[in-house]
């Protein structure tokens, strides 16, 4: 079950994050789909899906990629859409003093150089704990933790966001606000 739930999921984040056409999928501006348009697309796209799987993966991912509406009738990916049709509103708020990102050492250079940068992706993500950003770094090859001085930033007029899993998210993060310190956590 666990392989029917992980390929779920890697199917869900990349139709609701980056390509809903490939399944004759429509998201709104808030990046929200019809339950039962996801499960008929990916049905005629050859993928086994139905609710009870869906909504399996939803409450079992790890990092709460995705939401379902209050009413129970649409789906959404949390965060890290490249798809342009899709803005979602958030809410500025302050965020703590620190928030951190994993990244890998071969992209240290570039990025003490031109700051964090969102990419493909609407926002940087950014996370409130050094596990979750070692994690991250860990996907790309040998990690590090950046560690971003939010609060300052905040100070200085930048927006910071938080998804609906708790991703702290924001528009780039330029070099004066970022310090890299080593996988163990110690500066």
Do not use: C
Request: proline share 4%; charged share 20%.
């Amino acid at each position: 079950m666990k392989t029917n739930t992980t390929e779920t999921s890697k199917f869900l984040s990349y139709v609701l994050r980056h390509n809903p056409q490939a399944i004759g999928l429509t998201l709104d501006s808030e990046g929200w789909a019809d339950i039962a348009t996801l499960i008929d697309g990916a049905r005629r796209a050859g993928k086994a899906l139905d609710d009870t799987l869906l909504r399996t993966v939803v409450r079992d991912n790890d990092k709460q990629r995705f939401s379902i509406s209050g009413d129970g009738k649409r789906i959404r990916a949390a965060q890290g859409h490249t798809t342009e049709t899709v803005a979602i509103s958030h809410t500025a708020i302050t965020p703590p003093a620190t928030l951190f990102h994993g990244t890998a050492t071969r992209f240290i250079p570039s990025i003490m150089q031109e700051g964090l940068k969102p990419g493909q992706r609407q926002h940087v993500h950014l996370s409130d704990n050094r596990q979750t950003a070692m994690s991250v770094g860990q996907r790309y090859g040998a990690p590090v933790i950046l560690r971003v001085a939010a609060k300052a930033m905040h100070e200085q007029g930048f927006a910071f966001y938080q998804a609906d899993n708790g991703v702290w998210l924001t528009s780039h993060v330029p070099t004066t606000f970022l310090t890299h310190e080593n996988p163990s956590g110690l500066a």
